[in-house]
């Protein structure tokens, strides 16, 4: 289901263990029959600047309730989108200490482990919510080799 960048924050808000909402270009929600959102996907621009190419797209949240396959499904939905906007790749980042079975479902594959850490330097500061552990970087190709 489409979600108003509100409806999106508000429910990161609520549920996201260890992040605030962000900007993004688009946000889709997973809801029940009864229409009781379960979870949401926010997806933007890359974070790291080398991989901002205006053909690539990053899930910058991804937050459920743990509804069972609410996770893997959103994966599957942000791709589809991404792809029907014409986009040829999205990427995600997951802590090292998660399994990425979601992402294996949904199509997805392991590209790399970053070396963690802070992006704040002395040239620009920056407050750190984030943990600061070694992620796994996940991609899907939408189109071409």
């Known amino acids: 289901m489409p979600l ?20 993004d270009k688009y946000r889709i929600g997973i ?8 979870g949401v996907v926010q997806v933007g621009r890359p974070s790291a600047r080398a991989l901002d190419d ?9 937050c459920t ?3 069972e396959n609410a996770c893997s ?4 939905g ?6 029907n906007l ?21 199509g997805w594959v392991f590209e790399c482990l970053t070396s963690g850490g802070t992006w704040d330097c002395p040239s620009r500061k920056r407050n750190q919510t984030a943990p600061l552990c070694r992620k796994q970087r996940w991609a899907k190709k939408l189109k071409g080799d």
Request: aromatic share 6%; glycine share 6%; with cysteine.
């Open 73 to 76: 499904a959103l994966y599957a």
């Open 86 to 106: 014409g986009y040829s790749k999205i990427i995600t980042y997951i802590l090292d200490s998660e399994t990425g079975v979601s992402l294996r479902a949904a």
């Open 54 to 62: 205006s053909s690539t797209l990053e899930v910058l949240r991804l």
């Open 4 to 23: 108003s960048q509100v409806q999106a924050c508000d429910f990161v808000a609520a549920h996201h263990r260890h992040h605030a909402p962000r900007r």
């Open 31 to 38: 809801a029940d029959r009864e229409g009781v959102l379960h």
């Open 78 to 83: 942000a791709a589809r989108t991404a792809k």
């Open 65 to 67: 309730d743990g509804t």
